[in-house]
């Protein structure tokens, strides 16, 4: 059975009942857990407002390489400013009340990244968020962002640890998501445009929501994030939630906003 849920707050009434069978030494009882519609909405607003952010970022670390060609992914709406003391430095990325990049995400408030000097070709960037909107839902919180020059494939890579609380709109839940995102910058790098920008996406993270509702995930099938794309093109994430385990698969490489969730056999197609 598929089932469409989408991104509108009129499915906030809405809860689907699944079915998981247990068996116990006596005899086989229906176990019953609920699926909720309006949190399976929540988690992806969650996850797309967070990867959004973190491309975000990636690429206003590395925007003066970027900007004097006029091919940026920030409109000039956005403030960039870098302050350096020789062995570190900032960057605050500054939205204003509201501004649209060229990839199509909206964005307000402001992003702070406090850099060191590279060392043994590592950067260490903490950043915070100050009246932050992604796309209408607020982030705040932060974290910290080990980033390798070239790793291994002789990439650009980062790994960040995440403590991000996103809001949304009409709705009192707030989502905490807690964890590890590695990010491998495997196509476009040096191209003096984002629009090849193409980035590799591992790790794992627990999102928690003040109505109760937690949700764990881990990549299992590399997801891959084209910047000229508001969504995850494709890859798997292996999810546990209300009392099952599935998989949350973004498609073969389209760029839309569909993504399908898969649990105890019954798929529901998610409207990012």
């Known amino acids: 059975m598929k089932k469409t849920l989408k991104n509108n707050y009129l499915l906030t009434t809405l809860t689907l009942c699944l079915l998981l069978v247990g068996c116990n030494k006596d005899e086989d009882e229906p176990t019953q857990a609920n699926f909720s519609a309006e949190n399976a909405i929540l988690a992806a607003k969650t996850d797309a407002a967070v990867d959004g952010t973190m491309n975000i970022m990636e690429n206003g670390i590395d925007e003066s390489a970027t900007r004097s060609n006029g091919i940026s992914l920030f409109t000039s709406c956005t403030t960039i400013t870098v302050q350096s003391n020789g062995n570190g430095g900032t960057i605050i990325l500054d939205f204003g009340e ?71 709109p009409n709705s009192p839940v707030t989502a905490t998501r807690n964890g590890l995102r590695i990010s491998e910058w495997v196509e476009g790098f040096g191209s003096g445009t984002w629009l090849d920008n193409v980035y590799h996406i591992t790790g794992n993270w627990n999102t928690t929501f003040s109505n109760g509702f937690q949700r764990t995930g881990e990549v299992t099938e590399t997801l891959v994030w084209k910047l000229n794309c508001l969504y995850l093109v494709s890859g798997v994430i292996q999810v546990t939630q209300e009392g099952f385990t599935g998989s949350l698969d973004y498609g073969n490489g389209a760029c839309d906003n569909n993504a399908v969730l898969t649990l105890n056999g019954q798929q529901y197609d998610i409207l990012l």
Do not use: K, W
Not at 100 to 109: D, R
Not at 143 to 155: F, K, L, M, P, Y
């Open 98 to 168: 509201s501004c649209q990049l060229n990839n199509g995400a909206i964005v307000s408030g402001i992003i702070n990244l406090e850099f060191t000097a590279i060392i043994e070709g590592v950067r260490t960037i903490d950043y915070d968020f100050v009246d932050y909107t992604y796309n209408g839902n607020g982030v705040s919180g932060g974290g910290q962002i080990q980033r390798e020059v070239a790793n291994s494939n002789g990439n650009p890579q980062s790994t960040v640890n995440e403590t991000i609380t996103v809001t949304f």
